[in-house]
């Protein structure tokens, strides 16, 4: 019998026992012998199920040693982190699907596991049921990886859907993906970009191996979206989304951001809907390779945390290396990228044509709305600054 621990009871939490007590008989097949949760962390007591497994007192995990795993879901980098130092320390497994914790400390915490001769692994972090970093790292190993951007959000791309679909107003549609159980109470990490920059570097940390720091990462969200640009978009051929992106730099450097962009409808990522996500990755060799599902839920977010679980149980001593390094420089702004961009502005074409040339337009009705040719984003900032701009985006090309 493989025994291990759950720090937390929500969501996934929840759904990591669900998972390993529904699927006991594939698990056990697969791992010679039978997997089961002995404690599970919570803060407050509960009556349910689990409740004969509930334990507030840490070191009842940390200093058993029939526990071989811990599965982390608290979120943030409080407890989490304290917790899983320890685990770590005490020559414990651990698995996470807490991005925060390992945007900000992932390196640290995976120099620990080295040193310990364990496993942090953390599939579920970036996104949710749709397998990802195990692809990246391992399946596309002999790539240098130029690009990686997507959908990393589903609560603001279900928002973004639903504008297109109905024509609902971002508030609207926000009240909706909240009622719906997609967007939380406090919706601010997932609509202001921020919730899709702690995977942007995540990812950006595997693809490049040096650390990108979260706080250097510009991060806009979709809070400031008009539906008259959506509408402006979609007349033109195009899709709003909201996109992480992280690129590797001509001249060695790299860099990565969130923000809306505007997507060719003939791109695939365009027509990912709802709470789907889906992450394009460019490979040297490959091309471009997308990963698609949904990238949220309890029981896919548990699901990659289970099969984490199982990885570390069946490598021996430890799974192939993981990790990246501390290194931080060569961490460039965003603004150096090259790129056409979208204005909509309170004036003329004339006054488009004044700052930035030759323009294509897409509305012209009281409003001008157009796309710049490709020009770098100094560029378009500093040109901005001659027009009441009303609204901008980037072109994904």
Partial sequence: MI???IMGLGTVGTGVAKVVAENARQIEHKLGEPLQVKAILVRHFKDGPYRQLMTDDFRKIEEDDDIRVVVETIGGVGA????????????????????QLVAEHGCELLALAKKKNVNYL?????????????????CMAANRIDEVYGILNGTTNYILTRMVRTGAFFTDALREAQAKGYAEADPTADVEGIDAGRKICILADLAFGHQVEPDKVPMEGITKLSLRDVKIAQRAGYRIKLLG??????????????????????NPIANVEDVFNAVMVKGNATGEVMFYGKGAGELPTASACVADVMECLQASPK???????????????????????????????????????????????????????????????????????????????
């Fill in 319 to 397: 799974r192939e290396e993981i990790g990246w390094s501390d290194n931080t420089d060569g961490f460039e702004d965003p603004l150096e990228l090259h790129t056409r961009y979208y204005f909509r502005i309170e004036g003329s074409l004339t006054d488009a044509a004044m700052a930035f040339g030759q323009v294509e337009v897409l509305s012209e009705d009281g409003e001008t709305a157009f796309l710049t040719d490709r020009i770098s984003g100094q560029d378009a900032v500093q040109q901005a600054k001659f027009l009441n701009v009303l609204a901008s985006m980037r072109v994904l090309s």
């Fill in 80 to 99: 989490a982190y304290e917790y899983t130092k320890r685990a770590l320390m005490a020559g414990k497994h651990v698995v996470t699907a807490n991005k």
């Fill in 245 to 266: 992106r992280a690129v590797r730099l001509p001249g060695g450097g790299r860099t990565a951001y969130v923000a809306p962009h505007l997507i060719p409808e003939e």
């Fill in 122 to 138: 953390f599939e579920a972090s970036v996104g949710g049921g749709i397998p990802i970093l195990h692809p990246l790292t391992q």
């Fill in 3 to 5: 025994q291990i621990a």
